[in-house]
């Protein structure tokens, strides 16, 4: 006793000496040279020559619609491969003249779309591509964004419909793509990937878009980790990663896979440390633990800030991660259930049954997670992760 | 040494991490506080976000440093000046006072120092329209400290780049109850707490006969063993929290944590053993002492104001009294009733404690070596 006393003191003493103060005063920098902030490069926080060439332009005359929508194009492009909201509220500002109009021409309804799925306004988003598909029924561009965001909702019946209509009205890669995506959720997952394995083998796709390419790549790489088929997974991930290797969503769900074999070594290395995207240290920060890394503990602090500067705006754009943060690294099961649910209130992919399935367990609720039981039953889902979850969420 | 170590490490990467920018949407912090004569605050901005509105990285090495910043001072001042207004019915002109830089989780910002000589009466208008040009996902997180100590905050957007505080605002009772309500709630979701308040309390209907326990004879012997536990503990955490709170000592979390999961364990034992001295309200008040820093952690989170620090420190602790006396009105007249039959010392208080200690073990390996290994 005495000694866990002594023990328990003459920590507390090393601390009050060592530990530094929790927060920092603001402080005026000594040197004219000292570095504050490294910013994105040029291209990638929209300031690239050409991209200010557009913006000057832009700012000259704010309702010249070709050159806002190129702008707002390139923005969100931006947005996209680099995972920044700040983009895309560069290009919900580009098309500020049309940004409430009830009908708004057609380039500008796909590009608000698009800004309204990234903020998870589906409703507003859905809209929006309706819009335009009641003047144009071929836009094959709308019909697959709508596709997308129905696969993100759960609305997989009207996923398949959308993905028919992009295989009617543009070049069948891509439709196929679109399908066997939303086949694999719906009880196909072998036909799904036999069909996605002999578009990629004939390369119909290498005449496609870099993003169509990782699209396919990552989609297989899903479908066979679902089943099980983890060497093939694996082969697909790094395929997808050799035509992008910063594609962050590639990124992140290559890491799960990493994090599933218990690869931590191999997370550290995939995602560097000072990675600006919350997703991606989130997954880190999760290996860097499994590590027992001392730097771990700065990683949980720093996402707990980021999580919480986001709800002090209001966004409730993050529960998906924020609820697997709360889980795996806050320890706070309750509220990571109650993070998993509200998400799987709007989102029903995979990974959103995956946490909510999990955060009822740990939070010992599993009669919370029965709806997203129900919904998987339901669409018949295969996925070999959540099948023993499910098992021990149904079981008494 | 290790922890040490630990420390400084963390320190130091923690410097490294920050200069690189995250990916956040763009926030401004606004904070105000309306004092007699004048209105004072500080408002920070991403660098970033000057960047993107001032062109700050002249020489195009995607960096910015303080020489790129502090040249352009007039020019900030002259955006912040178009961009904030403030009025309590007659207009009340801004004046940036001083820059400074702070990090937030996100990366570095420019911290403006505010001042305007709008007095404390009357309603205060705040008009915002920085950045929503160019980001219109910008937001502006504003935080008004009333004269009366209240902190009043808005969100300001695109949509709503205006927001009019009436005077009074929340009150000062308000505000009051608002704390109490926290430390209710704090209590009541502070399974370690709870826990060690019971372990200590389960012993308190019996009495120590040299290392065997025995039921007191009538209910006020069990009652002022109780309430001198109880006066212990509340002292004691009541001082920790205060020197806590007012920042006369900080200790890390994982510290506390650790030093209160360990507390349980040890009481729990107490309880199967008996090695700690027999009169019971000094052990509470001994880890009542490091309780204590484990509840001012919390008030942190809360963010109080400097102004209304006594009301909120006295409103939290008389919050977590009142849930330490629902937990004792709870347990103390069933633990009373039992304490004859032949369940009691068996089952409720060793198996009780035996219990308890597993969960506390449990809690101290997991804070002290920082892993997961229970639900909660």
Request: with cysteine; proline share 5%; aromatic share 6%.
């Amino acid at each position: 006793m005495s000694r866990s006393f002594v023990s328990a003191v003459a920590i507390v003493a090393c601390a009050l000496t060592f530990m530094p103060r929790a927060h920092a005063e603001p402080y005026r920098p000594a040197r004219d040279s000292e570095v504050l902030e490294t910013l994105p490069r040029m291209s990638e926080r929209g300031a690239s020559p050409a991209v200010r060439a557009l913006r000057e332009l832009h700012a000259r005359d704010p309702s010249n619609l070709d050159v806002a929508v190129r702008l707002a194009q390139t923005q969100i492009s931006a947005a996209r491969a680099a995972a920044d909201p700040r983009l895309s509220g560069q290009a919900q500002a580009t098309l500020a003249v049309w940004w409430t109009q009830e009908s708004p021409p057609i380039p500008v309804l796909l590009l608000r779309a698009a800004i309204r799925q990234n903020r998870h306004e589906f409703d507003a988003a859905k809209a929006d591509l309706e819009r335009v598909i009641a003047q144009q029924p071929a836009q094959a561009q709308a019909w697959l964004d709508l596709a997308s965001l129905q696969q993100a909702t759960g609305d997989l019946a009207g996923a398949a419909h959308s993905c028919s209509q992009v295989y009617e009205s543009t070049n069948n890669a891509i439709g196929t793509v679109c399908r066997a995506g939303v086949d694999a959720l719906t009880g196909r997952s072998v036909e799904a990937y036999a069909a996605l394995e002999q578009t990629v083998a004939q390369q119909r796709l290498t005449t496609q878009p870099a993003g169509v390419q990782t699209w396919a790549l990552t989609l297989l790489a899903e479908i066979a980790e679902r089943l099980g088929r983890n060497d093939d997974a694996e082969r697909w991930y790094r395929q997808s990663l050799a035509v992008d290797p910063s594609d962050s969503y590639v990124l992140a769900a290559y890491a799960d896979f990493l994090l599933d074999r218990a690869r931590a070594n191999d997370v550290v290395a995939l995602i560097a440390a000072d990675t600006a995207i919350d997703g991606l240290l989130l997954r880190r920060v999760q290996a860097e633990r499994a590590l027992g890394a001392p730097t771990a503990q700065a990683g949980i602090e720093t996402l707990a800030a980021r999580f919480d500067a986001l709800r002090e705006r209001g966004d409730r754009v993050h529960r998906r991660e924020e609820s697997r943060f709360r889980l795996a690294l806050a320890q706070q099961p309750a509220a990571a259930l109650e993070l998993a649910l509200e998400n799987w209130a709007v989102q029903k992919e995979p990974l959103d049954a995956r946490i909510a399935l999990e955060a009822a367990l740990a939070a010992n609720r599993p009669e919370a997670a029965a709806d997203v039981v129900r919904w998987i039953r339901a669409s018949k889902l295969q996925d070999v992760r959540l099948a023993p979850l499910l098992q021990r969420v149904a079981a008494p | 040494m290790s922890t040490f170590r630990r420390c400084i490490t963390g320190l130091l990467l923690m410097l490294l991490c920050a200069t690189a920018a995250a990916h956040k949407p763009s926030d401004s912090y606004l904070s105000l506080r309306r004092e007699p004569e004048r209105l004072v605050g500080r408002w920070d901005i991403a660098l970033r976000d000057l960047d993107g509105v001032l062109d700050l990285d002249r020489n195009r090495d995607d960096r910015i440093d303080w020489g790129e910043v502090r040249t352009r001072r007039d020019e900030i001042d002259r955006y912040a000046n178009a961009r904030l207004r403030v009025s309590n019915g007659a207009p009340c002109p801004l004046q940036v006072t001083d820059h400074a830089i702070d990090r937030h989780s996100d990366g570095a910002y420019l911290v403006l120092t505010l001042t305007a000589p709008c007095g404390a009466d009357g309603a205060l208008s705040v008009e915002y329209s920085a950045l929503f040009d160019v980001d219109a996902q910008h937001r502006g997180l504003l935080k008004l400290e009333t004269a009366g100590g209240a902190v009043l905050s808005a969100v300001l957007s695109r949509e709503q780049p205006h927001q009019t505080f009436e005077p009074g605002g929340a009150s000062r009772w308000q505000a009051f109850a608002g704390y109490v309500r926290d430390g209710i709630v704090h209590i009541a979701i502070g399974y370690d707490h709870i826990l060690f308040l019971i372990a200590l309390l389960l012993p308190a209907v019996l009495g120590r006969d040299g290392r065997t326990w025995r039921p007191v004879p009538r209910l006020s012997v069990a009652a002022a063993t109780v309430f001198k536990i109880v006066t212990a503990f509340t002292l004691a955490h009541s001082v920790t929290l205060s020197l806590a709170a007012l920042g006369v000592i900080q200790l890390p979390s994982r510290l506390v944590e650790s030093v209160i999961a360990l507390s349980v364990l040890l009481t729990a034992i107490d309880n199967v053993m008996p090695f700690l001295p027999a009169r019971r309200w000094t052990i509470a008040f001994a880890f009542g002492l490091v309780h204590g820093f484990g509840f001012a952690s919390v008030l942190a989170d809360l963010e109080l104001p400097r102004s209304a620090l006594a009301l909120s420190l006295v409103g939290f602790n008389v919050g977590v009294e009142l849930g330490q006396l629902a937990i004792v009105a709870l347990l103390i007249p069933l633990a009373y009733l039992l304490r004859r039959t032949a369940l009691y010392q068996p089952v409720v208080l060793r198996g009780g404690s035996v219990a308890i200690g597993l969960l506390a073990a449990g809690w101290l390996a997991e804070r002290s070596l920082d892993l997961k290994l229970m639900p909660f």
